[in-house]
């Protein structure tokens, strides 16, 4: 089940730079609150719920910060209402999704654009760039706290379909309908993820130059400093030690 992690580096750079900006929580408290306020503030009937609180627990995110999210989505207390959107584009040979939460559905479209426009970058036609991805539930553990065996055991006992190991970085891999029954698996055994969540993951990497690669990865840091931007994934594959 060992091998390179395809994407394992963009998700650790991504969740430092989240970190680093503050954001990360703001980031979850807009997912979980329009999770509750589609689907009802009961998770056990909300699965889109439970994935957005398995992904905030993974985050370390604070019970009390979680229940107030779900109050704002259900109505209880006083919130944002949020839209969706999705976002598609192509930078040289890569090929970036991004996914959109926001209240000004005008302001949203015009910062992705001008962020995507000044990197050198194009928005692409609807479903180019979704059908180079799909859609799989990755947790991450921290490879210098935990044995790749270790983990590789109790995962494959929740039903993970693959367990990797990159850069001090243990990638669980699992199809999403098993991706909450793994997560709990771990938790049982009481291992901490560093991440949690539903995501997507390209079918076939594409490997670029440094050049390349380099503009990609300030492209999706560009994109994900906005604060309309809830998710950023690509199709590049970011080589062992790789550094700008």
């Not at 900006?21 to 719920?49: C, H, V, W, Y």
Request: no cysteine; net charge negative; aromatic share 4%.
């Amino acid at each position: 089940m060992s091998g390179h992690s395809k994407w394992a580096k963009i998700k650790r750079a991504k969740g430092a730079a989240d970190a680093q900006r503050g954001n990360l929580f703001t980031k979850l408290i807009k997912e979980i609150s329009i999770a509750a306020r589609m689907g009802g503030g009961d998770q056990e009937g909300n699965p889109r719920l439970r994935t957005a609180i398995i992904k905030a627990r993974g985050a370390n995110m604070p019970k009390d910060n979680i229940d107030r999210a779900i109050k704002k989505g259900t109505g209880e207390l006083e919130g944002v209402s949020y839209e969706e959107l999705t976002y598609e584009a192509r930078i040289g040979e890569a090929a970036i999704l991004i996914e959109v939460l926001t209240d000004n559905r005008n302001r949203a479209a015009a910062d992705v654009r001008n962020i995507i426009t000044r990197a050198g970058g194009e928005l692409a036609k609807s479903g180019s760039v979704s059908r180079l991805l799909t859609r799989k539930g990755i947790l991450t553990l921290d490879g210098d706290k935990y044995t790749e065996d270790e983990i590789m055991e109790a995962a494959l006992d929740g039903g993970a379909e693959d367990v990797s190991f990159s850069d001090g970085i243990i990638e669980v891999s699992t199809a999403p309908e098993d991706f909450e029954a793994v997560a709990k698996a771990l938790e049982a055994k009481g291992y901490q993820t560093n991440g949690a969540e539903i995501s997507m993951v390209p079918e076939v990497p594409v490997m670029l130059d440094k050049d390349g690669t380099g503009k990609v990865l300030r492209l999706i840091d560009k994109l994900e400093e906005n604060d309309d931007v809830q998710n950023v994934y690509s199709n590049i594959d970011v080589p062992d030690g790789f550094e700008e």
